[in-house]
């Protein structure tokens, strides 16, 4: 048998920001062309027309590639190399394309390391997704329908003057319900406005003339229509009836189409009593309005919220108790186990669901970072619990986050030590109670509470008996 001499050049290597845009293009075909089904690793090294072990080389985003099979990738998917895509790397033999007019070897090696590699690579999932963090697009696979919570959202925001109530702790997915009942509006040729309330400033919303009046221009502006709001804006009458004015006689005059109004984390207005006060009845007489005024009925309000407000609102001038409440559900078994088939991962029924759910519940943004780990890690789920109930693991950073909440509160962070260190659910004071609600760290029995998983109840519990004793060193 004849050996082919073997080139050797300098290699490339795929940056993260090639990847990203490498996945995203795979990821759109995989949903035109195969239902949001991903490639397996053969049908990209056909599509491709590289080895299953260039594949493989190529994800690792450490190991050098020939520039041309880099090229020859990126040109299956309609995209062109750019300088940002990759670095320049290490020496590399250049075996990685069977089509590339430069490569002379063994031919009866090359089949070898083919099927070694397939072999090796075709029982694990390619992952071709990004790390779960934020809102599912639209047009992801990844995003798990809780019916009949859609059905219902798309339903009622074809009702004139409706209000649609979405409430859930964060992480839960609320915006991504949120982006589809918007993509469905777009498909009625409706108009949409998101505002979120984390964007507008302190100073505004400590001025009820002042916020209305941002209100009504960054609304304006989202519908592309000039604001012209000194010449409407009538201070004689003041800012409420000013605001209603503005809307019911300049947008919704202007517009021949519903106007899709969300509002994001309008939790952020309950730290502002005297403008949630004012604000609040004003979207509420909006609804009552819309029974008998066709310009109303124009406007959909969406509010999305985590948890109910503990501030004292009359029920009669609230937003708050009309209109249909959504509250997302954590994921069942069976969902978790159509997300976990989608990230590719064959799980037998029952089994791996219910070991991950027994450390983490159905928690949505959870479980997804866990099937990252399992997809693109390389992790067992073995090694991903036992991390995670030793030192946090994966959810190291998530957790953080919510310990320093609780260290911003003493008081709080004392009260939830009971809620872990508990045999069973207990009773709280219910300011108390909104407060860990708010966070997302407790689930309800009942009128009674618990911690929201056992990663939880384990984490906590070790984090704040470690709080205490260092205390009483000092004491």
């Known amino acids: 048998m004849q050996k082919s001499k073997l080139k050797r050049k300098r290699g490339v290597i795929l940056t993260p920001t090639g990847l990203k845009r490498l996945q995203a293009a795979i990821l759109a075909q995989e949903i035109t062309e195969n239902y949001g089904q991903h490639f397996t690793v053969e049908e990209l090294s056909h599509r491709i027309s590289v080895s299953p072990k260039t594949l493989s080389r190529l994800w690792s985003l450490n190991v050098s590639v020939d520039k041309k099979t880099l090229k020859l990738c990126f040109s299956a998917f309609n995209l062109k190399l750019t300088e940002e895509d990759y670095t320049i790397g290490d020496e590399t033999d250049d075996i990685s394309d069977p089509n590339l007019d430069s490569i002379e070897i063994d031919s009866s090696q090359e089949t070898n390391s083919q099927n070694s590699s397939f072999s090796s690579q075709s029982d694990k999932p390619v992952c071709l997704c990004s790390f779960p963090d934020g809102p599912v697009p639209v047009d992801s696979p990844f995003y798990i329908e809780r019916p009949p919570i859609e059905q219902l959202a798309y339903q009622e925001i074809t009702q004139p003057g409706c209000v649609l109530r979405i409430r859930s702790p964060r992480e839960m997915g609320k915006t991504s319900l949120v982006l589809r009942v918007l993509a469905f509006a777009e498909e009625l040729n409706y108009h949409k406005v998101i505002i979120n309330c984390l964007q507008i400033d302190s100073d505004s919303l400590k001025d009820l003339n002042k916020f209305l009046r941002c209100f009504c221009t960054r609304v304006a502006q989202a519908l592309n229509i000039d604001p012209k709001l000194d010449e409407i804006w009538d201070e004689e009458i003041g800012s409420k009836l000013s605001c209603s004015f503005y809307f019911k006689s300049y947008l919704l005059k202007q517009i021949n189409h519903p106007i899709v109004l969300v509002l994001e984390q309008i ?5 502002y009593p005297q403008l949630a006060q004012e604000f609040f009845p004003l979207l509420r007489s909006w609804y009552e309005e819309a029974r008998r005024d066709t310009d109303w009925q124009k ?23 009309v209109g249909v409440p959504l509250r997302l559900p954590e994921f069942t ?14 799980w037998v029924k029952g089994k791996e669901s219910s070991q991950l759910m027994s450390l983490v519940g159905g928690h949505p943004s959870l479980i997804r970072i866990a099937l990252y780990h399992l997809t693109c890690q390389n992790m067992s789920l073995t090694t991903l619990i036992q991390e995670a109930l030793t030192n946090g693991g994966i959810y190291r950073y998530h957790l953080w986050r919510h310990w320093v909440k609780l260290q911003e509160n003493n008081h709080l962070a004392q009260v939830y030590g009971k809620v872990v260190r508990a045999d069973r659910s207990i009773s709280l004071d219910p300011v108390e109670t909104y407060q860990l609600e708010s966070l ?14 056992e990663l939880y109840r384990i984490h906590f519990k070790k984090q704040l008996s470690t709080t205490l004793e260092t205390n009483s060193i000092f004491l």
Not at 267 to 271: G, H, L, Q
Not at 301 to 321: G, K, M, Q, W
């Open 440 to 453: 997302g760290v407790i689930a309800y029995e009942g009128d009674r509470v618990i911690p929201r998983c």
């Open 333 to 346: 078994e069976q969902q978790v186990e159509d997300l976990a088939q989608r990230y590719g991962l064959n």
């Open 267 to 271: 939790d952020r207005f309950f730290e």
């Open 299 to 321: 406007l959909r309000l969406i509010v999305v919220y985590s948890t109910e407000a503990y501030v004292t609102l009359d029920l009669n001038r609230s937003p708050f108790n």
